[in-house]
T-cell receptor, first 114, second 113 residues
Framework: DGGITQSPKYLFRKEGQNVTLSCEQN?????MYWYRQDPGQGLRLIYY???????QKGDIAEGYSVSREKKESFPLTVTSAQKNPTAFYLC?????????????FGEGSRLTVL | AQSVSQHNHHVILSEAASLELGCNYS??????LFWYVQYPGQHLQLLLK??????LVKGIKGFEAEFIKSKFSFNLRKPSVQWSDTAEYFC???????????FGSGTRLQVQP
């Protein structure tokens, strides 16, 4: 079955450590996204990538970094510069065909900073 | 810039009650609108979408939404909720400049048996 796989599902981190969240898709979608979900704030866009080897900052990119070396993969690194990293992180993808705007989501990764 | 507002943050209903969740957007052009649902422990999934045509859109699990252009609204409705509808619901519209989706703050629906 096609879909988006995020790992790990749960991650604990000490302050000052960088962590990388994995996102892999086999939907053959060109565009991939990272959102952050906090209670009462909905989903906020961190980074997005429309094509391999290219990505852009979203609304809350500070303290995060990404790479897009392969079409299938879009890992997110939460750096020590992120002031409040405890959150639920969602990866998504979209096909560029048809311009439907519909996003497909992974199951998410919950990061807790101790 | 486009934005989406969901004014109901937490709704508690009894089974069989009717549901209406509000969604208002700000964008002057042609809009596509979405409702996503996040059941406990599950990934975010599409409930229904509006692109054009009939303003009354039907989705999965008996949900529907009505696009009212004059009110900039896309409210989600269900005539009779079930306990299994307990979830968080998000309204969204495309950010055409970035080819991403802009989401509302979400509404947590709790259905009591």
């Amino acid at each position: 079955d096609g879909g988006i796989t995020q790992s790990p599902k749960y991650l604990f981190r000490k302050e000052g450590q960088n962590v990388t969240l994995s996102c892999e898709q086999n939907l053959n979608h060109d565009a991939m996204y990272w959102y952050r979900q906090d209670p009462g704030q909905g989903l906020r866009l961190i980074y997005y990538s429309q094509i391999v080897n290219d990505f852009q900052k979203g609304d809350i990119a500070e303290g995060y970094s990404v790479s897009r070396e392969k079409k299938e993969s879009f890992p997110l690194t939460v750096t020590s510069a992120q002031k409040n990293p405890t959150a639920f992180y969602l990866c998504a993808s979209m096909t560029r065909e048809g311009n439907t705007g519909e996003l497909f989501f992974g199951e998410g990764s919950r990061l807790t900073v101790l | 810039a486009q934005s989406v507002s969901q004014h109901n943050h937490h709704v508690i209903l009894s089974e069989a009650a009717s549901l209406e969740l509000g969604c208002n957007y700000s964008y002057g052009g042609t809009v596509n609108l979405f409702w996503y649902v996040q059941y406990p422990g599950q990934h975010l999934q599409l409930l229904l979408k509006y692109f054009s045509g009939d303003p009354l859109v039907k989705g999965i699990k008996g949900f529907e939404a009505e696009f009212i252009k004059s009110k900039f609204s896309f409210n989600l409705r269900k005539p009779s909720v079930q306990w299994s509808d307990t979830a968080e619901y998000f309204c969204a519209l495309p950010d055409t400049g970035r080819r991403a989706l802009t989401f509302g703050s979400g509404t947590r629906l709790q259905v009591q048996p």
